[in-house]
């Protein structure tokens, strides 16, 4: 079935209500809302401006007192508890007063304290953090290549395009050239949907040309679908910070203890949760972020399910199974 038979897209001005070729690459953290939806404006506000390299140090420094802050805190609590419960006992005078220390295990609280991280979560959460300070850069060599390799696994059959094309729109791009599209997205948004189409290829071939299900007249864009998925998910997981202590974020670095390639999966089933959550909801193209935050609560919910030890054990793995 030819891509020009797929529901109808919007023109790229109207994804954002404006041009969008004046973008720049950015990283992840300079972002604070979905892609979807933003306009030149309200990204330019969002993005630092003026910040100079000691400006960035002293930010990073930051980080790292607030993080050794927290876990000297959490060691005091914990020594405070014991004391309490074994030196003195659990009804004296001290031992009543000092559990509130600690605080309510299961609380929110419990979610702001730094995760201790063993020496190959360490080297993973590294390596990804630093896929996600690689902004998309259209001058690449490699980065055209990898877009050329998506075109390839999209549309084995067809003659791959240039790299300013109006055929780039079949896939779900806004404009001619797809290098306008990723924004703070990074080279990441692009290598996730490689990594869907070469590992699930059946799954990224029905999202592509949306095979399942009544579809509205005004559909997601595909390709810059994806990259609001992979921007969603660094801010689900926490990963912009220098430890993630979101519930979701702690159990990521569980699952990526299991597999390094925990983020890509999960890429891949949060796009096909979007999916399904698209067709449940009858949604069409004004609702995406909708659906987007709906996908967002329905994987953290999955995450936080006792039972799950790695990504294969999440419910909406099976999606994937086409």
Not at 218 to 240: K, R
């Amino acid at each position: 079935m030819s891509s020009r038979t797929l529901r109808r897209r919007l023109h790229h001005r109207d994804v954002d209500g404006g041009k969008n070729d004046r973008y720049e690459n950015s990283r992840f953290d300079s972002l604070n809302e979905p892609l979807l939806g933003n306009s030149d404006h309200d990204y330019d506000n969002n993005h630092s401006e003026g910040q100079t390299l000691e400006d960035i140090l002293d930010e990073e420094r930051s980080k790292v007192r607030l993080h050794w802050a927290l876990l000297f805190s959490n060691v005091i609590a914990q020594w405070a508890q014991w004391l309490a419960n074994i030196v003195l006992g659990s009804g004296s005078l001290l031992g009543r007063i000092l559990p509130f220390v600690s605080g309510n295990q299961n609380g929110a609280n419990s979610l702001l304290r730094p995760v201790l991280l063993n020496p190959l979560q360490e080297a993973r959460l590294k390596h990804l953090k630093n896929r996600l300070s690689v902004p998309f850069d259209g001058t690449s060599s490699e980065h055209q290549d990898a877009l050329r390799q998506l075109w390839r696994l999209a549309y084995p059959d067809r003659q791959l395009p240039s790299l300013k094309s109006e055929v780039w729109k079949d896939m779900g791009w806004q404009g001619s050239d797809p290098s306008t599209d990723f924004r703070g997205g990074g080279f990441i948004s692009l290598q996730n949907l490689i990594f869907f189409a070469k590992t699930y290829p059946e799954a990224f071939q029905n999202l592509l040309y949306k095979k399942d299900g009544q579809r509205s007249e005004w559909e997601y864009p595909f390709a810059v679908a994806g990259i609001n998925i992979s921007f969603m998910l660094v801010q689900m997981l926490d990963l912009q910070s220098g430890n993630p202590s979101s519930l979701a974020g702690r159990r990521f670095m569980e699952l990526l203890s299991l597999d390094e390639m925990a983020f890509d999966k999960l890429f891949c089933i949060a796009f096909r949760m979007l999916d399904a959550q698209w067709l449940a909801k009858r949604a069409s193209y004004m609702q995406f972020n909708d659906v987007l935050k709906s996908t967002r609560s329905q994987l953290e919910r999955e995450m936080a399910l006792e039972d799950v030890s790695s990504v294969r054990d999440l419910p909406a793995y099976n999606l994937l199974k086409c």
